[in-house]
């Protein structure tokens, strides 16, 4: 005899509900906004130093030339007044943690995929790391609204010559964050924000919270300002969307000092608070133990991912108005502008991106 047993429709439903609740990825913190104001700065504890030791713990064989690029967009970032520190997370995802294994290279300063279109070709080249820097903030500060009266970048000339941004920037009520940023940047890409923001509470969550490794990397970035220990320093505990509590501009300044001073006055202010550290491990291994570290941290280390491709069709493009129907031709394709880049460093995800947008 078969026995037939009828599980109650409600209780079936329930735990279909509950698998695909378990199944859905976690999703990340929002991003902040990308301008600067007085309750949106960047976090104190995000030092050019700790900030390398972060990416160099990605990958181990990051060229030479690239040594101060974390200084760089401090420095860049803080003259421009924005929120560099987002920027320069950005970087680490589109170059690969600097791998630079896609169709751009190593050679370009090309940080943020200008001009790459993908099928070889290699976007725009800049002459040193600080102009590339540059050239990837100004691009940044142009997606949020802000009128640049001679961009180092041709895309970012030509992207706000032909307004192609305008349209989508009127869409918008209040200052565009880095999540509407990245949404624009990488249309049809529900990852691409996601993954920009894993990088930031990865980094907030515990390497934010070590002994800066090389806090002379500082001068480099703040000339005429010395290091001094901050209540962020000590405890960051800052939401990324709202650090109303980390305020960078909490440097004592002193009188100009040459280079060499300011370095040595650095790593002797550094030793006296006894966070100066050196090692080649990266950021993740200098967290100083702790029994209540666990309590501390914001947020945790994400599980290592594997390779997985995607693939981001390009969005439609708003209508050009223009009298010269090969300029706005030519403005349609520029807006099409997709890219493409391999992430290849250990503790970092392979993932492929082919992103279209105003780049």
Not at 118 to 126: A, P, Q
Not at 329 to 336: P, V
Request: hydrophobic letters at 40%; a positive charge.
């Amino acid at each position: 005899m078969i026995c037939r047993v009828r599980t109650p429709f409600a209780f079936v439903i329930a735990v279909a509900t509950s698998l695909a609740a378990v199944s859905l990825p976690v999703t990340a913190a929002e991003l902040p906004q990308v301008l600067i104001t007085k309750t949106n700065r960047v976090p104190a504890c995000a030092t050019p130093g700790r900030l390398m030791a972060f990416l160099t713990n990605r990958n181990h064989n990051v060229d030479e030339r690239f040594s101060t690029i974390a200084a760089d967009y401090m420095r860049i970032g803080d003259d421009l007044k924005m929120r560099w520190d987002i920027a320069f997370f950005q970087m680490m995802l589109e170059t690969g943690n600097l791998s630079f294994k896609g169709d751009v290279s190593a050679s370009q300063n090309n940080f943020a995929g200008l001009g790459a279109t993908g099928n070889h070709v290699h976007g725009e080249s800049f002459p040193d790391v600080a102009t590339g820097v540059k050239a990837h903030l100004q691009h940044l500060l142009l997606y949020a609204g802000v009128h640049l009266d001679n961009p180092v970048a041709e895309r970012t000339r030509k992207v706000q010559e032909w307004g192609i941004l305008t349209s989508w920037q009127k869409s918008i009520s209040g200052p565009i964050t880095y999540d509407q940023l990245a949404r624009q940047w990488a249309p049809g890409s529900r990852r691409y924000g996601r993954e920009i923001a894993s990088l930031a509470e990865t980094f907030y969550g515990s390497p934010c919270r070590s002994p800066d490794p090389n806090p002379e990397l500082l001068a480099l970035a703040k000339p005429g300002h010395v290091p001094g220990k901050t209540k962020t320093d000590a405890d960051p505990k800052i939401a990324m969307a709202d650090p109303a509590t980390a305020d960078s501009s909490s440097d004592v300044p002193t009188t100009k000092l040459s280079g060499a001073d300011l370095a040595r006055r650095a790593v002797e202010e550094a030793r006296k608070s006894g966070s100066f550290v050196r090692s080649s491990l990266g950021a993740e291994s200098l967290i100083p133990p702790s029994a209540d570290s666990a309590q501390d941290v914001a947020v945790g280390e994400p599980a290592p991912k594997k390779d997985q491709a995607v693939k981001i069709i390009n969005a439609a493009v708003e209508p050009i108005e223009s009298s010269d129907p090969a300029a706005a031709g030519s403005a349609r394709r520029w807006a099409r502008g997709a890219w493409s880049s391999k992430d290849g460093a250990t503790a970092c995800p392979g993932t492929r991106h082919v992103h279209a947008g105003a780049r």
